[in-house]
């Protein structure tokens, strides 16, 4: 499995970004995606998930309300749609693909990983 990510940038606070994940290759019918971050001198840790098959979704409490995750069953691709940024959302975001039904929110249970996109928002 590939995971191709996308779309970050630098956008001024209050702006919004729109991430995207294309997966690739062989993956089973249950699966969770995930997208996690990682500031500098910090750990990574998830932002937002989503059950692939129902549809369930997670958010990390310091993005609710304010990002929202789907997916287009047909192409493979997960969104992470992020409004009202903050600097504070800073970071290397990633995609993830974990092998299982129900949502997890430790990086060690994803195996696949996207390479990783830069995330800025100034103040």
């Known amino acids: 499995v590939q995971l191709q990510a996308s779309g970050g940038g630098a956008v001024q606070a209050g702006r919004s970004l729109t991430l995207s994940c294309a997966a690739s290759?062989?993956?089973?019918?249950?699966?969770?995606m995930g997208w996690f971050r990682q500031a500098p001198g910090k750990e990574r840790t998830i932002v937002a998930a989503?059950?692939?098959?129902?549809?369930?979704?997670y958010y990390a409490d310091s993005v609710k309300g304010r990002f929202t995750i789907s997916r287009d069953n047909a192409n493979n691709t997960v969104w992470l749609q992020m409004n009202s940024l903050k600097p504070e959302d800073t970071a290397v975001y990633y995609c993830?693909?974990?092998?299982?039904?129900?949502?997890?929110?430790?990086?060690?249970?994803?195996?696949?990983w996207g390479q990783g996109t830069q995330v800025t928002v100034s103040s």
């Open positions: 993830a693909l974990a092998n299982r039904v129900l949502i997890t929110t430790a990086p060690i249970m994803y195996r696949y």
């Open positions: 989503i059950q692939w098959s129902g549809g369930t979704t």
């Open positions: 290759g062989r993956t089973s019918t249950y699966y969770v």
